[in-house]
């Protein structure tokens, strides 16, 4: 199997990929099913898989976690979850799949979708008995993440009105509890849980290398490229990938520069390990936001963007997917978080982007704003407010109920803001067609008094006027160095929906490899609402090992007879 042209698609820091290897006489290593990541997807599918009687053995690069560890720790589910029932709010599975079909599209079957919305709750109480805890303390407003005291909270688009008018909305995002960003403090929980896991042997610090066929073509192993259990050459590999994992959050060029040190340690240490598995390989590797050249050859727009994930996002799965005939579904799909709410006071104010006009509702969820700045006005938009606006949003920061990483930018942006006495004057300085920003200006308030209905259909709580100067123009372009604008890539291998199996471009489903969570196609391959993605790890972790399972002791009856 060659890989086809992509040896291209990889940068500095990327993992080692070569071509499949025909399977050895002896293997290094057996077990039932090899599961190649450990983060939320990972460690899903391998602890279902061992729970259901498989001898599973999981492994990761780096020393486990995954983008999930960076997260901010949000499971989208709902139907009537237990956080649900006692906050004292009524959801049903028909409504959630109701309104998530608005969201997710054709990126998966609407029996995938709804199976999903049912499973949701009992997700829930699976990851509080694996170490996750949530809570039912419900957020006393829409916000793009909740603040310290609360767990539970609209993380979508429900109450917009074109969402709230046609389905009844409730709050499904459900936070993990944890200090600052719980998605660490959710995969600690999870991993120790792991770890103590009857059926689980771990190796960290082993990258996939390449796969391993037999003579049907069926996938029964992986090669790995392992670091030695113990010396200087594990401690510092870790350490460095730890630095380089915290430090993406903020720097993502020092990130690379360490990300290449790590490189550098696997390419001198590392030695392979053939690993045997009978029942298959489940790749749990993540998306491929850190692989720049698979990023500029799929959605070239995006690389101006601040890439959100983990060191070990560099698409190594994705990859030795498709050299093995598999097909890449909705690669140039990219989210783009342009968070404008918290403070509050920002998002009643109105998104324009390099013509004056207005782009979208600035209630939505963050990833609508930025897909519609990032493919509609090439990267470029300013929030619009006057001063009382303006002073709205300082009191928010100032009373100190959001969190720094959001007030931050906000100070920032209000700071550097552009002003001016009227909306002509203020057009002028952005170089806009001053008729299109006044005529914006001027439909927004028309909606505040009640006049007119809103042009981008905003809720009525949601709204602000803009008629007391000085006037603001907040920049949230993708250009603005103080307010990175975060991107992560939805895309992944196609897989079939029942069980996971990776889908061959020529068709058919490929033996014996599996694909979950963001190295896959998914539930939010189209559009991403906060906690679908790490649900959707979960979710698909889970389904893919059951179905490994269930497929293994049919054969086991089958041959027993």
């Not at 499973?119 to 916000?143: C, K, N, R, V, Y």
């Not at 979508?156 to 074109?162: D, I, K, L, R, Y």
């Not at 782009?359 to 704003?369: D, I, M, P, S, V």
Request: glycine share 12%; hydrophobic share 45%.
């Amino acid at each position: 199997m060659a890989l086809n042209g992509l040896a291209a698609d990889c940068s500095s820091g990327c993992a080692r990929l070569d071509e499949a290897m025909a399977a050895p006489a002896a293997f290094d290593v057996t077990c039932d099913l090899l599961v190649v990541g450990y983060g939320a997807a990972g460690s899903a599918a391998a602890m279902e898989a061992a729970e259901r009687g498989l001898d599973v053995l999981l492994v990761d690069r780096f020393a486990g976690g995954g983008a999930s560890w960076l997260s901010g720790g949000i499971v989208y589910a709902g139907g009537g979850t237990k956080h649900q029932k006692a906050a004292g709010r009524t959801d049903t599975v028909e409504a959630m799949a109701e309104y998530l079909s608005r969201e997710v599209g054709d990126a998966v079957s609407p029996e995938t979708l709804r199976r999903y919305c049912a499973d949701s709750a009992g997700m829930i109480d699976w990851l509080e008995a694996h170490g996750a805890q949530f809570d039912s303390a419900e957020a006393p407003h829409e916000t793009s993440y909740p603040s310290r005291d609360y767990y539970l909270y609209f993380s979508g688009n429900e109450m917009v009105p074109a969402n709230r008018d046609a389905v009844p909305p409730a709050p499904r995002g459900h936070r993990a509890k944890g200090k600052w960003l719980s998605g660490r403090a959710m995969m600690e929980g999870v991993m120790a849980r792991v770890r103590g896991t009857k059926g689980i042997r771990i190796r960290t610090e082993s990258s996939l290398r390449r796969l391993i066929v037999d003579e049907a073509g069926r996938v029964v192993g992986a090669e790995l490229m392992c670091l030695p259990r113990k010396g200087i050459a594990v401690a510092l590999h870790r350490r460095l990938e730890r630095w380089a994992r915290i430090i993406a959050l903020q720097v993502a060029g020092a990130s690379r520069l360490l990300t290449a040190l790590v490189a550098m340690i696997e390419s001198a240490y590392a030695t392979p390990v053939r690993v045997g598995a009978t029942r298959g390989v489940v790749l749990a590797t993540g998306g491929f936001i850190k692989n720049r050249a698979m990023v500029a050859r799929h959605a070239p727009e995006f690389m101006k963007g601040f890439p959100l994930g983990s060191t070990g996002c560099d698409g190594s799965g994705i990859r030795v997917g498709l050299a093995m005939g598999g097909r890449l579904d909705k690669a140039n799909s990219i989210s783009a978080w342009r968070f404008i709410n918290p403070p509050h006071g920002f998002a009643k104010g109105i998104v324009v982007g390099p013509d004056g006009r207005r782009l979208t509702n600035e209630e939505q969820y963050g990833a609508r704003l930025g897909d519609a700045m990032m493919r509609r006005a090439g990267g470029r938009a300013w929030v619009i407010l006057d001063a009382e606006g303006v002073a709205e949003a300082k009191r928010e920061i100032a009373e100190g109920k959001i969190w720094g990483f959001q007030s931050f930018p906000a100070r920032s942006l209000i700071m550097t803001a552009k002003r001016a006495p009227t909306i002509e004057a203020l057009a002028a300085k952005l170089g806009m067609v001053p008729g299109n920003l006044v005529a914006a200006v001027a439909a927004n308030n028309a909606a505040c008094k009640g006049e007119a209905a809103d042009p981008v259909g905003k809720s009525e709580e949601m709204r602000g006027a803009i008629a007391r100067g000085p006037f603001h123009a907040l920049d949230i372009s993708v250009t603005n160095g103080m307010f990175p604008l975060p991107v992560l890539t939805l895309g992944g291998l196609a897989v079939d929906e029942a069980t996971g199996a990776v889908l061959r471009e020529a068709g058919g489903t490929i033996p014996g490899l599996y694909a979950v969570g963001r190295a896959a196609r998914g539930l939010p391959s189209n559009f991403y609402v906060s906690g679908l993605s790490l649900g959707d790890c979960i979710w698909s972790g889970r389904r893919t090992a059951a179905a490994i399972a269930g497929a293994a002791i049919r054969s086991e009856v089958s041959a027993a007879e």
